[in-house]
């Protein structure tokens, strides 16, 4: 291998790190959950990778996309135009992108429950798991842990808890069957 593949390779290999560490400071978990009238439970669950810069940092926030992939959408933060979001929800991207380089370059992380708890949701929702009640219960446990014990979430964690126990199927299930529609929470 000539010395300039092995510089290049090292350059890429410290920009994967060094992408790493923003991403550690301005990077965002998220297992969103989005009240959705056909879903089996109500709810639909969503895991969402976000990645934060001010306008004027631009090349930063495409850097990230390239490190990543050239993945994601890059838009303006809804409600502050000065800021730009890369956002990364395409779940087999999660999968064949994102996961095996957090796996690689997350090791050090502070946030790496976040990360763990997220990529633990990604795989139980390609396995089907939020088609059962015991399911969706560990991934709305895993959304809550994932956002500083549910600090900001709009939605009780009980209040969705309840739904879910209660076996409610989604109101379009139900009328499909002609059965009453079973009131929500």
């Known amino acids: 291998m000539s010395t300039d593949n092995q510089q290049e390779r090292l350059l890429s290999e410290r920009k994967k790190w060094f992408v790493a560490g923003l991403i550690e400071g301005e990077g965002s978990f998220c297992i969103g959950i989005k009240k959705h009238p056909t879903a089996p439970y109500g709810y639909f669950v969503d895991p969402m990778f976000f990645f934060y810069q001010h306008k004027t940092r631009k090349p930063m926030i495409e850097m990230v996309r390239a490190t990543l992939g050239n993945v994601g959408k890059i838009k303006p933060k809804p409600g502050n135009e000065d800021v730009l979001v890369l956002q990364i929800s395409s779940r087999r991207t999660i999968v064949e992108k994102l996961i095996p380089f957090f796996d690689k370059y997350f090791i050090f992380s502070v946030r790496k429950d976040d990360y763990e708890s997220f990529k633990k949701a990604t795989f139980m929702l390609l396995e089907g798991k939020h088609h059962t009640q015991e399911g969706m219960l560990e991934l709305i446990e895993l959304a809550y842990k994932t956002c500083r014990e549910g600090k900001y979430r709009r ?13 409610r199927t989604s109101d379009a299930s139900l009328k499909r069957r002609g059965e009453e529609t079973v009131r929500s929470a």
């Not at 939605?155 to 076996?167: A, Q, S, V, Y």
């Open 155 to 167: 939605i009780p964690k009980e209040i969705i808890l309840n739904r879910i126990l209660r076996g």
